[in-house]
């Protein structure tokens, strides 16, 4: 939401918990705490609105909404079109780290095909042209 701060767009869904109001401390530390680990810079995060972020860093934001009150299962699409190949590492590396340490389900879509190596299993969805 580009009208709000990207600490409030990542502390959003935290609203919606039972233990939002009162563990509200944790998630401001959780959400320094990974986006420093997606270099996102607090200065960034302090910002009073969104709307001049690059794309790279909403979806960084995005990312950590995602993961911000430790859910079950993860649905991603193409979580890393907008990243550089640094930060697509990273995320990766972290985003799997997280699923795998709180047990997360993740499933994921994406037609970038050099993050297969990441995953255990793929299923690969060939569009049918019914006019030929």
Do not use: W
């Not at 502390?11 to 705490?33: C, E, M, Q, V, W």
């Amino acid at each position: 939401l580009n009208y709000i701060s990207p600490l409030t767009n990542i502390l959003l869904p935290s609203h919606f918990t039972n233990s939002g109001n009162k563990n509200i401390k944790s998630f401001y530390l959780r959400a320094f705490d990974l986006a420093e680990k997606l270099n996102l810079s607090h200065k960034i995060l302090l910002q009073s609105n969104s709307v001049e972020l690059s794309v790279g860093q909403k979806q960084r934001i995005a990312i950590i909404r995602s993961i911000i009150n430790n859910p079950k299962l993860i649905l991603a699409d193409e979580p890393t079109s907008a990243l550089d190949e640094d930060n697509k590492k990273k995320f990766l590396k972290l985003l799997l780290n997280i699923c795998e340490y709180q047990k997360i389900g993740l499933l994921m879509v994406s037609h970038d095909k050099s993050i297969e190596q990441y995953f255990d299993a793929k299923v690969q969805i060939d569009t049918l042209n019914k006019d030929k």
